[in-house]
């Protein structure tokens, strides 16, 4: 059973800064995409940024330059360091995880975690 444990959200003024971590465990295969997605109220769950086993990243534009994704393939983790926040960027995040490639992969998702940007 693989499973994801998020942590980092919280209450930031904006332009501030945090950061996520997730980590996963079980058996997690050595092709893997982890990943960031984020809902806001009312709307729908959004990629914000993955990253493959290879290091490969995607990063969705209204984020770009000024929010980093990386991950700790020894520690099966991933990071998010969300820099000049703003009052848009208000979500619960999730974490992510795809297991596996073609055929075979399977899904994942975190609990979430709360980012609010607010003065």
């Known amino acids: 059973q693989v499973q994801l444990v998020e942590s980092g959200g919280g209450l930031v003024q904006p332009g501030g800064s945090l950061r996520l971590s997730c980590a996963a465990s079980?058996?997690?295969?050595?092709?893997?995409?982890m990943g960031w997605y984020r809902q806001a109220p009312g709307k729908e769950r959004e990629l914000v940024a993955r990253?493959?086993?290879?290091?490969?990243?995607n990063i969705a534009d209204s984020v770009k330059g000024r929010f980093t994704i990386s991950r700790d393939n020894a520690k099966n983790t991933v990071y998010l360091q969300m820099n000049s926040l703003k009052p848009e960027d208000t979500a619960v995040y999730y974490c992510n995880l795809v297991n596996g490639g073609g055929s075979m992969r399977s899904d994942y998702w975190g609990q979430g975690t709360q980012i609010t940007v607010s003065s």
């Open positions: 079980g058996l997690i295969l050595s092709i893997n995409t």
């Open positions: 990253i493959t086993n290879t290091g490969s990243t």
